[in-house]
């Protein structure tokens, strides 16, 4: 038999793993999705309370953007309701990953906004990355508040919670949810380190054209 949209399951499962392989998860926390190409308002997401580790693409659920399964016997991650609100509101945007990882999450706990420290942050997220207001997980809430800081950018904070990370294919998604990750890091150690010198600001606006420029030369999911 047949299974609807298999490639496109398998990348979604595929790149769950990585995130387990790579500490930016852990157990059944995270979650990632895809847009599906040539479909009207659907994706394709991993499922509720499986650990990203174990994801297989017959595991993988296709939703529409409100985050209602269109196969009966499979549930969609509870975060299905933040993927689906990214993609109504970002028609450019191909992939979504949300991601536990420690320095994120501290820096999600004390709701702060990591300046533009290094060069490729500004180029591949598009500049600060926010913390969104506090919202319950799972709620549209959640989903609207995260829109609220992610703006234009590729990255946001969640209070309280994590981090999500955008792309227009499933790559560049896994690279900014691991660069949202080595910021948080840097940051923190240069807030113990007692000083933080962010880019200059004649940088910060040559280097926001070209994740400009970037982001207009194509919208087309990558896989």
């Given amino acids: 038999m047949t299974i609807p949209w298999w490639r496109e399951r398998r990348a979604v499962a595929d790149s769950a793993r990585e995130?387990?392989?790579t500490s930016l998860v852990s157990g059944a926390a995270g979650n990632v999705s895809a847009r599906l190409p040539d479909a009207t308002e659907l994706m394709a997401?991993?499922?509720?309370?499986?650990?990203?580790?174990?994801?297989?693409?017959r595991d993988v659920v296709v939703t529409d953007f409100h985050g209602?399964?269109?196969?009966?016997?499979?549930?969609?991650?509870?975060?299905?309701?933040?993927?689906a609100g990214i993609y109504r509101a970002r028609p450019g945007v191909g992939a979504v990953v949300h991601t536990h990882s420690v320095y994120?999450?501290?820096?999600?706990?004390?709701?702060?906004?990591?300046p533009p420290l290094i060069?490729?942050?500004?180029?591949t997220i598009g500049g600060p990355v926010r913390t969104s207001q506090y919202a319950f997980p799972g709620t549209q809430d959640l989903a609207d508040?995260?829109?609220e800081a992610l703006e234009d950018r590729n990255a946001a904070l969640i209070r309280n919670h994590g981090?999500?990370?955008?792309?227009?294919?499933?790559?560049?998604?896994?690279?900014?949810a691991a660069l949202i990750e080595r910021v948080s890091?840097?940051?923190?150690?240069?807030?113990?380190l007692g000083r933080v010198n962010p880019l200059p600001e004649q940088a910060v606006r040559t280097e926001t054209e070209i994740y400009r420029m970037k982001q207009s030369g194509g919208g087309q999911t990558q896989w």
């Fill in 145 to 147: 508040r995260v829109l």
């Fill in 19 to 21: 995130l387990a392989d």
């Fill in 163 to 176: 981090a999500v990370g955008v792309g227009r294919g499933l790559e560049e998604a896994l690279e900014v």
């Fill in 45 to 57: 997401i991993t499922p509720r309370g499986k650990r990203c580790s174990d994801v297989r693409p």
């Fill in 119 to 123: 060069d490729e942050m500004v180029v």
């Fill in 185 to 192: 890091q840097i940051y923190v150690h240069a807030l113990l």
């Fill in 68 to 83: 209602e399964p269109r196969e009966e016997d499979l549930t969609p991650s509870s975060e299905a309701l933040l993927h």
């Fill in 104 to 114: 994120a999450s501290v820096a999600a706990v004390a709701g702060v906004e990591i």
